[in-house]
């Protein structure tokens, strides 16, 4: 019978509270300052402006979903785009609003203290544990840096503590009716890390395998009817597995959509990737014949776009009779790879057997394995090969524009077209659609980009040689005819006239989203990321120790600065937790080894929990940069410094109650509040350096360079 009156009861947690407020305090507060561009703000803010422009870019250091969460922040301020990032400390216009772009950033990071607060909580430690978790990661200055300017770790590792809270929420609730919404949740923050930058990937493996762990032991649960664990099994698996995969497909689906005018990256792709964008070479190649027939004029693109993107091309130029190192050559017309659009990149498919150089009536389009001649528009050269070493591949055949010199070299200009992507063997050459490969009949050399510079004689344009030595899946040896007209005219001063006014036919060419997606993934994947030094790169030992930092912003005039410096004692105190958990763990498996169980079983695993996701979080985010071959900065550990924070207030609290005596347990007490008490006055002290503000003299920013490694910079006034 219902009671009256209705009573509802609830619970505030002030402590979660209360960390909340001063985690929104030091990360919100006097947000627009400094008024001008940070550090790596000048790179993300490109992608910004770009995504508010909506035109197309290729990022090479991880997924869109940072970039995109970057810029609806950005659109949410009414910022048009038209910002020009050229440069670290120019100051933002009246027109930004320097407090959109970093806010969502800045609240990602405030609000990681609460959610250590409740993950350590789902470790099954105390309040206070969670209280001082909490704190450490409050008071931590590199943090609190970082999440206050237009930059992605803050949001990287909101979504990994979302992850793991939400999965140990759903593992410690299993009598829950709403325990799936959490392990739904949990998969979809491991897509949202990943999303954000791909080193989220490791610990989005790391909670695999955790998970991978509780279903192996429900599997063995034999108090759960077998109907029960297969559903267990088939949710978890979905929730964790088939959510993440689609959420990060999802991703690109809603980068593609947006991005679709032409831009600075569009050479980085294929010509059918290329036309399906608004602007660019949708513009050229729209109306063009799908078909490439006899008689066709053609552009080649070479598939590949190393070193840079470019077009089979030729010029009244011949090669050299004798090259530097004395080698003869063919002294036949010079056949280059040109990175820029231009006449001379024109080619006409002709019949061998006929003379005409016009398309016929209907046209009689080009098969996969018909052979033809390619005749240079402009100096009317077939494209030919022969057995003569290339220029600067001397393994390989040269490939020229024949000329007859009326000596004993015979025209060798024959090649079959072999469509890579055919689908039939009766396919024909599509303009765009088709990689074709072009076989040279008399040699089976294959046309290939070597990607080689050619000297002075050959206006460094790159080399194209024909190569019976290859590797099968290579994009050097594929080639696409991007720009194609029908040509009419049979004379050659008609016919160079004619390349300049191409005829247009109407023909739907879309290429649909799972191939965008796969060439983009492929793409970013495979691009070559500039390994190049910076003032402020660093190697991963030396974050451990903290031997470096980063100036992120100077003014102009003053000795106003921010550097992106660590909390000296809270960063000790987390290398001093990793070092006590494992000696400890050390010696409980070597006692456990031995026969003697010092700790309950729930203790124990308790224990090995604590280790598996801090410990394990801190080797997943930790130990991967050494293997890594990029340019490295200190900003980089932090993910792995949210574990180790993680780590040390719980294994106190472990140390406390199950080591120490009473005498002892008092000490601890004091250690743990003396340690607090020093994380906050570190804090304070290094508090200019991560706002900004106040202006400090020269003689007190020489205080603060604790270590001789740091680079703080001052003026003497």
């Known amino acids: 019978m219902l009671q009256l009156p209705p009573v509802v009861t609830f619970q505030v947690d002030l402590f979660l509270v209360l960390v909340t407020l001063l985690s929104l305090w030091t990360r919100l507060s006097n947000l627009g300052y400094p008024n001008a561009v940070v550090f790596d703000e000048v790179y993300y ?203 990060y497909v999802f991703w690109f689906y809603v980068h593609l959509s947006l991005l679709n005018h032409s831009g600075p990256h569009d050479q980085l792709m294929s010509s059918a990737f290329q036309a399906s964008l608004e602007g660019g070479l949708s513009r050229i190649t729209q109306g063009q014949p799908l078909e490439v027939a006899y008689g066709s004029q053609v552009t080649l693109r070479s598939s590949s776009s190393q070193p840079i993107p470019c077009w089979l091309h030729s010029h009244k130029a011949n090669y050299p009779i004798r090259y530097e190192n004395g080698r003869g050559s063919s002294h036949q017309q010079q056949i280059t790879c040109y990175p820029f659009k231009d006449v001379n990149n024109w080619w006409i498919v002709k019949d061998p057997g006929r003379q005409e150089l016009v398309v016929s009536s209907p046209p009689r389009p080009v098969r996969h394995g018909d052979v033809i001649q390619l005749v240079h528009g402009m100096t009317s050269r077939f494209l030919s090969s022969h057995d003569v070493a290339a220029p600067m591949s001397p393994h390989a055949q040269e490939v ?70 290859f590797k099968s899946h290579s994009s050097s040896v594929e080639w696409t005819v991007e720009e194609h007209r029908y040509g009419t005219s049979q004379e050659q ?119 598996c996701v801090c410990v394990g979080g801190w080797l997943v985010n930790f130990v991967p940069f050494f293997l890594m071959e990029k340019t490295l900065f200190l900003y980089h550990y932090l993910p792995a410094l949210c574990y180790l924070h993680l780590l040390s207030p719980a294994l106190l609290e472990h140390a406390h109650s199950h080591l120490l005596s009473v005498t002892h347990r008092h000490a601890l007490r004091l250690c743990a509040l003396a340690v607090l008490l020093s994380s906050f006055l570190s804090y304070r002290t290094f508090g200019p350096l991560t706002y900004g503000n106040p202006e400090l003299t020269a003689n007190q920013l020489q205080g603060l360079k604790w270590r001789a490694s740091w680079d703080i910079l001052y003026r003497h006034r």
Request: hydrophobic content about 50%; proline content about 3%; some cysteine.
């Open 45 to 247: 803010g490109q992608f910004v402006s770009l995504y508010t422009k909506r035109v197309f870019f290729v990022d090479d250091s991880g997924p869109p979903l940072g970039h995109m969460i970057l810029a609806f922040g950005a659109y949410m301020g009414g910022f048009d785009g038209n910002f020009v990032w050229d440069r670290i400390g120019a100051d933002y216009p009246s027109s930004v609003n320097v407090w959109s772009l970093r806010f969502l950033p800045a609240l990602s990071g405030a609000l990681c203290v609460p959610l250590v607060y409740l993950l350590t909580l789902e470790l099954k430690f105390s309040h206070l544990s969670a209280l001082g978790a909490s704190l450490l990661l409050l008071l931590e200055n590199s943090l609190i840096v970082q999440s206050r300017f237009m930059l992605l770790e803050s949001i990287l590792i909101f979504f990994m503590l979302l992850a793991f809270f939400s999965y140990l929420r759903f593992h410690n609730s299993a009598d829950s009716r709403s325990r799936f919404l959490w392990l739904l949740l949990s998969g979809a923050s491991c897509a949202a890390a990943v999303g954000v930058k791909y080193v989220g990937l490791f610990s989005y493996l790391l909670l695999l395998g955790v998970a991978f762990l509780h279903t192996w032991n429900l599997i063995g649960d034999r108090t759960i009817s077998h109907l029960s664990v297969c559903v267990e099994c088939v949710c978890r698996g979905v929730c964790v597995l088939v959510v993440p995969v689609l959420l």
């Open 400 to 469: 020229s524009g024949y000329i007859d010199f009326n000596v004993s070299m015979a025209a060798q200009n024959l090649w079959r077209v072999v469509i890579s992507n055919r689908e039939a063997e009766s396919d024909s050459w599509k303009t765009i659609l088709s990689e074709v490969r072009l076989v040279h009949v008399n040699t089976t050399a294959v046309l290939r980009l070597s990607g080689v510079l050619l000297p002075d004689w050959g206006f460094h344009q790159l080399e194209v040689v024909a190569d019976k030595m």
């Open 493 to 611: 001063k008609e016919r160079e006239a004619e390349l300049h006014t191409p005829t247009h036919i109407d023909v739907d060419r879309k290429i649909s989203f799972w191939a965008k997606f796969l060439e983009l993934q492929l793409k970013m994947l495979t691009m070559k990321q500039e390994n190049s030094e910076h003032k402020y790169s660093s190697s991963p030992v030396e974050w451990i120790t903290m031997e470096t930092n980063i100036a992120y912003w100077l003014h102009s005039s003053t000795n106003a600065q921010i550097h992106l410096i660590g909390n000296p004692v809270s960063w000790g105190v987390a290398n001093l937790g990793l070092l006590a958990y494992q000696l400890l763990a050390a010696f409980y498996l070597m006692r456990r080894r031995r026969g003697f169980k010092d700790l309950p079983d729930g203790v124990w695993c308790q224990f090995v929990c604590l280790g």
